[in-house]
């Protein structure tokens, strides 16, 4: 397993190698010019071709990019245009808000997903089945940035129990983004969820352990449920990667300033260190959140052995 871990992590270098350079090469198609952003509307020709060398744009691409990986190799992600503050102070002050909403979404996600697919499992063609699976088809129909409005509408406009945005009420700042982020991913495990346990409760081991007399409770959370949980994982890992990428709609929707609404914001001024540094972050994220998804396998189905 430990070499399976090491393999896969120095496996992620020329991956990342890869990455970091389409990232380059596309943030420099990216229309504008941050030279002229950053001198400002005014600014003579002589004054913004200060500013574009004083920011290394005047070299060649290729050049830029070496020297990119070069900072990059040392832990040096630049400074940002906008700012002129470090890269990596910006994404540490965003990373802790984002990664608590992404990780508050995913695990109500998780809890009520798989309760609502065990109960649909269970009562197959029966009104909890379908008022569950009318639960999940609403949850991926609906975007998460109208279902946000909606939120803020009922429960910050009229209600008044949360806040509108921002993160300066703790906790309660919260909930609504999550709920907003998380709803879609919660329909997907739903439906993975009651379609790998009814599989699963037809199994021949599922039939030796009722005529052995166990509870209906006993056979479904502690024989049948693990066995079906391997694509529920496989769902909630790989969307786990997409819910950051999905915060970007959300924080923008309830003014939450993580890092989705800085990736805006730099995009908007064409902060090219930011944007780089933020798609990567987001890059590495997923692709160990799919390294843990596998680790996960072996221990949810003992017959998976990696070498």
Excluded: C
């Excluded at 290729?62 to 400074?79: A, E, F, H, P, R």
């Amino acid at each position: 397993m430990w070499q399976y871990i090491i393999k896969r992590i120095l496996g992620l270098i020329p991956l990342l190698l890869v990455i970091s350079f389409v990232i380059f090469m596309f943030i420099h198609l990216i229309p504008g010019d941050p030279a002229r952003l950053m001198a400002g509307k005014d600014a003579t020709l002589e004054e913004v071709e200060e500013v574009r060398q004083s920011l290394g744009l005047h070299e060649p691409f290729v050049k830029q990019y070496i020297s990119y990986m070069g900072n990059l190799l040392q832990g040096d992600l630049g400074y940002s245009i906008k700012s002129g503050a470090p890269v990596v102070d910006l994404i540490l002050d965003r990373v802790m808000p984002t990664l608590g909403l992404t990780f508050l979404s995913i695990i109500w996600a998780l809890v009520i997903g798989i309760l609502i697919g065990v109960l649909s499992a269970v009562f197959r063609d029966k009104w909890p089945d379908r008022l569950g699976m009318l639960t999940a088809v609403s949850g991926i129909s609906l975007p998460n940035f109208w279902l946000g409005l909606v939120l803020i509408q009922l429960f910050s406009v009229q209600l008044g129990l949360f806040p509108t945005g921002g993160d300066d009420a703790g906790w309660k700042s919260y909930i609504l983004p999550s709920f907003a982020l998380g709803a879609g991913i919660m329909a997907m495990i739903a439906r993975f969820t009651r379609s790998s346990l009814v599989n699963t409760l037809k199994q021949e081991f599922i039939r030796t352990g009722r005529a052995k007399g166990l509870s209906g409770t006993s056979i479904v959370f502690g024989h049948a449920l693990k066995n079906s949980l391997i694509p529920v994982v496989t769902v909630a890992g790989l969307q786990f990667g997409f819910l950051l990428g999905g915060s970007v709609v959300v924080e923008t929707v309830f003014s939450f300033p993580g890092l989705g609404r800085l990736l805006i914001d730099s995009i908007q001024f064409r902060d090219y260190p930011v944007i780089q540094a933020e798609i990567l972050f987001f890059s590495l994220q997923f692709i160990l959140v799919n390294l843990l998804v596998d680790i996960l396998y072996s221990y949810l189905n003992p017959k998976i052995r990696y070498d």
